[in-house]
């Protein structure tokens, strides 16, 4: 029976050493019209001099957890070339970098020998798992928790896999198909 999901702060609060996530979709649901997304695409880019302009909750929390000690790895498995919604997040990710993560690329081409879960997660100290959820169409369909071992030990060694093989952000050149006329 799966465990209820807890708040992203209780979650990341309980945390003693370590919270990986794995990322392996190449779009999630986003307002097209309004909102980060709609700005982007309009041309609007954070300055990162500009922390006031960027900063946000979720990054608080990120920062406390690290400076409590807990290690914080994310890493993203993305096909080349980029889908626009990578460009997104590739462009957005200093702020995670900012808030203390430790951020990996992995082109989906160098995966194909990667024994991976069927759903993005969150592994929080090799134990305990937070499957995310989602359409078809990118939407989140909820969360979900467990503490089955086969399952923690999947996610950890696919993350140790994947953070093996994969590019840290600041050394990943991002490829993308140019817009056709």
């Known amino acids: 029976m799966p465990l209820t999901a807890p708040s992203w702060p209780d979650l990341l609060g309980a945390a003693e050493h370590s919270v990986v996530h794995l990322e392996m979709r190449d779009a999630y649901a986003v307002d097209y019209e309004t909102g980060p997304f709609a700005d982007w695409r309009a041309g609007h880019r954070h300055d990162p001099a500009d922390?006031?302009?960027w900063w946000r909750p979720w990054l608080d929390l990120i920062a406390t957890t690290v400076a409590?000690?807990?290690?914080?790895r994310r890493a993203r498995i993305v096909s080349e070339p980029v889908s626009e919604y990578t460009r997104f997040l590739y462009d957005g990710t200093f702020t995670n970098v900012a808030a203390g993560e430790d951020v990996r690329w992995l082109p989906r081409?160098?995966?194909?020998?990667?024994?991976?879960?069927?759903?993005?997660?969150?592994?929080i100290d090799g134990r305990l798992i937070r499957w995310n959820h989602f359409s078809g169409e990118g939407v989140?369909?909820?969360?979900?928790?467990?503490?089955?071992?086969?399952?923690?030990?999947l996610c950890a060694d696919a993350f140790e896999a994947v953070w093996a093989?994969?590019?840290?952000?600041a050394s990943f050149e991002i490829r993308w198909a140019k817009p056709r006329s």
């Open 51 to 53: 922390r006031a302009a």
């Open 140 to 153: 989140s369909a909820g969360g979900e928790m467990s503490e089955n071992p086969a399952a923690a030990k």
């Open 68 to 72: 409590r000690g807990v290690t914080v």
């Open 109 to 123: 081409r160098l995966a194909s020998d990667i024994a991976l879960p069927g759903n993005d997660f969150w592994l």
């Open 165 to 169: 093989q994969a590019i840290p952000h």
